[in-house]
């Protein structure tokens, strides 16, 4: 199959298994003449697990009008924020700590949870991404 040719690429955040023709996927991908419905039930469809979490999905919207979509979960910085249940990391994350730390067990999670977005397999490494994270907002790591 031949590359198309590539009109936009979108970024919108959306609730799993909640799309609809409202905005901002409605208003978004109708400037591009794009058939909302063929968007809308298959992601749905696809996201209907993880109802209501907060997905990022990157869509590629082609010159005939077709698209092409993939979306990763919630961002590692909500998943640290809603473990801890804190509204947001440290403005001066280097003098000024949270007075919260994130657990181990707590980190393995949210590190299992991502590790579907990365390219690896690698729990460890995905959890000193988390912990770097965690870091940059003032967060310690037991």
Known sequence: MANKAV???????????QA????PVGSTLGQY?????DFINPFN?????????????HITVYEDRSIDFRYVSTPTDDRIRSALK??????RPNSEKIAKKL?????????E?????????DIEAVKKMVAG???SMGVEVE
């Open 133 to 135: 994270t965690a870091r």
């Open 7 to 17: 009109k936009a690429n979108l970024k919108m955040k959306i609730r799993a298994g």
């Open 33 to 37: 003449g794009v058939n909302m419905m």
């Open 45 to 57: 469809e696809q996201t209907k697990e993880m109802q209501g979490s907060e997905l990022t999905v």
């Open 113 to 121: 949870d991502k590790a579907k977005d990365m390219n690896t397999d």
């Open 20 to 23: 609809s023709a409202a905005p």
């Open 86 to 91: 804190i509204d947001k990391g440290s403005g």
């Open 103 to 111: 657990s181990q067990s707590d980190l393995t999670k949210i590190a």
